[in-house]
């Protein structure tokens, strides 16, 4: 009895310590800020967004190996609730951030993806920290119960969230447009 007892507390410890470093226990703070203006290189997908690491990779080497341009963010913009759509039918834009957008560079990609200049506009934003597989699980539990929340609390309509996967500054950047 004590052994089970013992082990089932080693487990319960390791889960909390996982949960901790992973970000659960971080404070979600959110604000109102103009941004946007990033040029992204995505592909359209339908179906379930569990598939967004195959697309954000399959749009970073193409352009790193064909084009010869390296990116250090990836993008995620999920247009649906999984709660209310079926999961074949959920509709997202995933790919790659261009660090260095300069017309000559969006003049080499565009005949051959699909390119796109984020709005500049007032959005609703949060960080969460990028750790590793698991931060995006947790993230998911943490961010958008808040952003949802204070999307209610303050008013704004229900827009799709954009997820910005910053590798060098290891976060991720989610952001709602701020629609009254």
Do not use: W
Not at 48 to 74: C, F, S, V, W
């Amino acid at each position: 009895m004590k052994t089970t007892f013992l082990i089932l507390a080693v487990l319960i410890l390791l889960l909390v310590l996982v949960y901790a470093y992973y970000g659960g226990f971080k404070k979600i703070s959110i604000q109102v800020e103009k941004s946007g203006g990033e040029t992204m290189v995505y592909e359209s997908v339908t179906g379930d967004y569990r598939q967004t690491p195959k697309y954000t990779d399959k749009i970073y080497y193409a352009l790193l190996n064909e084009e010869k341009i390296e990116t250090t963010k990836g993008i995620g913009i999920f247009y649906d609730n999984p709660k209310n759509v079926a999961k074949e039918q959920l509709r997202s834009e995933v790919g790659c951030l261009l660090d260095h957008a300069d017309s000559a560079v969006v003049a080499q990609l565009s005949g051959l993806y699909k390119l796109k200049t984020l709005p500049v506009d007032d959005y609703i934003v949060t960080e969460f920290p990028m750790k590793g597989g698991l931060s995006f699980m947790v993230g998911i539990l943490k961010v958008y119960p808040a952003l949802n929340k204070f999307s209610v609390e303050q008013g704004f309509k229900d827009s799709p969230i954009t997820e910005i996967y910053d590798v060098p500054n290891k976060k991720i950047i989610y952001r709602k447009e701020a629609l009254k």
